[in-house]
């Protein structure tokens, strides 16, 4: 009797555990799906928001082309535990469209931070790196669109110089974006020099608005969608 009382108590003991640890295992789980559910994601060009559903996984945001969803998505599949990918997505606006949103957002972010380089160099500081970080996002995924990288100096020095410097920061832009994901053959360097001033070259508040980096976003030609 006791012995049976010792086994059904013990029973009683493993159901209870059992109980109590499913939902923290099965969290658990949803957790590392989504981890290595944003790792893969974050090899692609096209990254869409990510949500765990059991061991679903669901896409979300705005539908980039065909060929990058169907590469984000078989990236996503292949994860060991994943069952299924599922697609939530909108359409995206027309590129004319897109092109004017990402230009105005990103002159917004370059209102308040700035593209920097080492001095006399075409090196990006860390607070470089950091600020086309957050300018990224905004390109990852729109192969519908292109971006002229625009380098720019103060008018101390070399004009030619300045030029050479101008340039080779601006490509210096587009090399760090290619190696984030951003296709380099929608990206293009310019470099201007000091040609193109936006304050007084005079002040060193001046010289420093002008030392600077700009996008000039646009419809990929060929899309004649507006």
Known sequence: MNKL???TIGALALGILAWLCAPRHAASIQAHLLA???RAVST???RPALAVSGRDIVLRGVRGPATEVDATKRAVAGIWGVRDVKL???DPPPPAERAKDIQT???GILRVKIVEFETAKADLTPVGKATLDEI???FLGGADLTALVEGHTDSRGN???NQQLSLRRAQAVRQYMASKGVAAARLTAAGFGSSHPVADNATPEGRQRNR???FKVAAAQGDKRQ
């Open 212 to 214: 600077r980096i700009e």
């Open 44 to 46: 692609t060009e096209w």
């Open 136 to 138: 990224l996002p905004l």
């Open 88 to 90: 939530e997505l909108t």
């Open 159 to 161: 004009a030619t110089l």
């Open 36 to 38: 290595e559910s944003e």
């Open 105 to 107: 957002k990103v002159e």
């Open 5 to 7: 009382m010792s086994l």
